[in-house]
């Protein structure tokens, strides 16, 4: 059986740590803590470094800032949306992910102050650190496109998106639903973590169409404020051939700007021409929310950079100007694509450069921007990019990565959950690069 073991301090409050599956946690109000380690978000890249850190520096030396009480494995939405995996696959208890000697504080960030070093929390906690690791992810602003949150809310209704577990199990609903008509799949014009996820779901939606008889009664459009379908060209090439066989409607530099859910109409603006606005007829709306950097981070003006993002060197990911300071993932300046696959090159450097500085080194590991994109085409195909900062393609394995393959489907659906839970966030995995070069005979 578990054994909890907690203890008190002398507040207003009851028991204010416990250490559960030996995870020290602190979830109450007014408490300073000291940490050589400060580690803000619990996604995948704060739950490797946390994991690789805690290892090296021992327990209570690493602390863990993150409210959520659930870890979510985000690549696994697209596949919710198609109905392949179902929303219980894609979670876990925050506790159990988190690394056992570091120190959890179950809170958010509410202010920084990189000149202290110190972070102060929404439950009035101040948390001073020797080092800072940003990982707080982007922040989804679903609110930005007037009509979108009150059409999400429809029970069952045709609007829909991945991006979000509140909303991610209404794409499969709306498929099933979807009789005749407009199928709408957008791409906003902002930053997004992993871009080749709204058109994934627009390949399996048109899979699926064709699967449940419904493919000549749908006319799918996907409109993109992007101008171009994918930004590497090699992989861009493929799939402007997959949407051209598969009768799909591409529309670039088309940017979703309101839902009017009680017409079902779409508004969308020509972003060459912002002037010109056009309303589409939908009987499906699959929606890509904008996103941006997080609230609390575009508050902190030495921290970041004009766009609201921690401002790092793309090579070492060490801040520019406070050399204690270092991000990962998707709430950092560095112009990669924001995958899981780019978290997990970043965590070794971000680890490395950390230890380093931590014994008076200069940072001499460096990021060349990887990047991976399993772009799932269908119920059994995928095409599997993968390239680096310059977008230039970086594959694994000896073959033509650009082609829809099995292989790579399975690779998706099946090898890369248990990867991402017992490898990634325990600070074990990566990225391919090692394996890369095996299969390439360059060792």
């Not at 407009?182 to 973590?193: E, G």
Request: charged residues 20%.
């Amino acid at each position: 059986m578990m054994k909890i073991l907690c203890y008190s301090v002398k507040t207003k409050s009851l028991p204010v740590c416990c250490v559960m599956r030996g995870i020290s946690t602190s979830t109450f109000l007014n408490e300073n803590h000291k940490c050589k380690l400060l580690v803000v978000g619990g996604g995948s890249g704060g739950c490797s470094v946390a994991a690789k850190a805690s290892n090296k520096l021992g327990e209570g030396k690493v602390i863990v800032l993150e409210p959520a009480d659930k870890h979510y494995y985000q690549p696994m939405f697209t596949l919710i949306g198609g109905g392949i995996k179902k929303l219980d696959d894609s979670f876990r208890p925050m506790q159990s992910v988190l690394p056992a000697l570091a120190t959890w504080v179950k809170d958010s960030a509410a202010k920084f102050e990189p000149e202290n070093n110190t972070v102060y929390t929404s439950n009035g906690n101040k948390i001073e650190y020797e080092y800072l690791l940003v990982a707080v992810g982007l922040q989804l602003n679903y609110n930005k496109i007037p009509g979108l949150v009150e059409a999400l809310s429809i029970p069952n209704g045709n609007v829909c998106s991945n991006y979000s577990p509140k909303y991610v199990e209404r794409t499969y609903q709306a498929l099933q639903n979807f009789k005749n008509g407009n199928a709408v799949f957008t791409f906003p014009n902002s930053p997004v973590k992993c871009p080749g996820a709204p058109q994934k779901i627009l390949y399996i939606a048109e899979h699926y169409f064709r699967k449940s008889n419904k493919r000549k009664n749908a006319q799918l459009h996907y409109n993109t404020a992007l101008p171009v379908l994918f930004g590497v060209k090699h992989y861009a090439d493929a799939l402007w051939e997959i949407v051209k066989k598969r009768d799909i409607n591409v529309n670039l530099r088309t940017n979703l700007v309101e839902v009017k859910p009680s017409t079902n109409e779409a508004v969308f603006e020509n972003l060459d021409k912002p002037e010109e606005q056009f309303t589409v007829k939908y009987e499906l709306l699959h929606v890509t929310p904008p996103m941006g950097a997080p609230d609390v981070l575009k508050a902190c003006k030495s921290l970041v950079n004009e766009v609201g993002f921690v401002d790092v060197s793309k090579d070492t990911l060490q801040h520019q100007k406070f050399s204690n300071v270092f991000a990962i993932g998707d709430c950092s300046s560095s112009p990669n694509s924001k995958t899981a696959a780019s978290v997990a090159a970043q965590s070794q450097v971000v680890y490395k450069n950390l230890m380093a500085v931590m014994e008076g080194k200069p940072p001499n590991h460096v990021f060349n921007g990887y990047a991976s994109c399993p772009l799932v085409t269908g119920y059994n195909t995928c095409v599997l990019a993968e390239f680096d900062y310059s977008l230039t393609p970086l594959e694994t394995f000896p073959l033509d990565q650009s082609k829809e393959r099995f292989s790579m489907y399975l690779m998706k659906k099946d090898f890369m959950p248990p990867l991402y839970w017992h490898l990634l966030l325990n600070g074990l995995w990566n990225g391919p690069g090692l394996l890369r070069k095996l299969m390439h005979f360059r060792l």
